[in-house]
């Protein structure tokens, strides 16, 4: 049987008669009870408000243990020069985000840097979708109207253009000769086309030869006057061709290019209808070249297990 030993200020303890083992009660025990945390505190011991702070009277701050701060956003990345960019280009779009804009199909055609030119330039890996992003802010700030163009604007678009605008190149314009008579030059993998376009009944002659005689399948013959066929123009012009290199196909294909330049010479409102028409753009496609230890240009060997 347990005796209880006397209370003391800092501890209660219970002793065992049988052996010398002092129990300790846990400490919930000592706390008060339920209806003593109950009841509302005392005046004397209420909890009074700190004082007022005097900012005036302060010291001043110390600048033993003060951080330097980096001029720049970007000083704790690997090379700053794209960032830095990219961060004052889309300053001076939120600062002049409210100046009136041209449509972006008015606004003037710029040829920025290609992104090998801009690698060189930053001397840093960035990648497509990275300068893409660049390219999208100079092109948001292009369209800003002319007459109130920011001199800072233009400066920070200086940074981003080629050295040389492909886009001051202009054509030089085909003339009709005193017989009346427009040409062309067209090309496609190794054959080149020159043709001559005239006034006339539709009469044509591929190398002093007939377009039957010329080709012989009707996909290359369509292929050669598609022109002039997806025009209208079929019996209005006669056509003179002079087609050397290549197959049939890259023949009537070159007389396609070469004979819708010619056309645009007589009417050159047709520009629309021959773009639609796949008549006015050049095809840079050819064979690929076959590689050693294949069969053709990528085809491999069957594999044979032994």
Not at 178 to 207: C, Q
Not at 275 to 301: F, I, N, Q, S, Y
């Amino acid at each position: 049987m347990a005796s209880q030993l006397p209370l003391t200020a800092s501890r209660l303890t219970l002793q065992c008669t049988n052996c010398t083992r002092i129990i300790r009660p846990s400490p919930h025990y000592l706390l008060p009870s339920r209806a003593a945390r109950r009841r509302p505190l005392s005046t004397e011991a209420s909890i009074a408000a700190a004082p007022e702070i005097n900012f005036e009277n302060l010291p001043p701050p110390s600048t033993k243990f003060a951080r330097i701060l980096p001029a720049s956003a970007s000083y704790f990345t690997a090379k700053p020069v794209f960032i830095d960019g990219l961060l004052s280009l889309q300053a001076l779009q939120r600062k002049y985000q409210t100046l009136p804009t041209l449509a972006a199909a008015d606004a003037p055609r710029v040829a920025w840097r290609t992104l090998i030119q801009y690698r060189v330039q930053t001397n840093e890996p960035i990648q497509a979708a990275k300068y893409h992003k660049i390219v999208a802010v100079l092109q948001r700030l292009i369209r800003i109207h002319p007459a109130l163009m920011p001199e800072e604007v233009k400066k920070a678009i200086e940074l981003y253009k080629r050295d040389i605008d492909p886009f001051l190149n202009k054509v030089t314009p085909g003339v009709i000769d005193e017989f009346g008579r427009s040409y062309g030059i067209g090309r496609r993998k190794s054959s080149s086309a020159k043709v001559y376009l005239v006034e006339g009944e539709g009469e044509v002659l591929v190398n002093g030869k007939g377009l039957n005689q010329a080709f012989g399948r009707i996909h290359d013959r369509e292929s050669a006057l598609w022109a002039l066929k997806a025009t209208g123009r079929m019996d209005k012009y006669n056509v003179w061709a002079l087609v050397s290199g290549g197959g049939t196909t890259g023949q009537a294909e070159s007389i396609t290019l070469g004979l819708a330049k010619a056309l645009l010479v007589h009417e050159p409102d047709l520009k629309p209808a021959l773009r639609r028409a796949g008549c006015v753009t050049r095809d840079p496609r050819r064979v690929e070249r076959k590689k050693p230890g294949k069969l053709k240009a990528r085809k491999m060997p069957a594999w044979v297990k032994r």
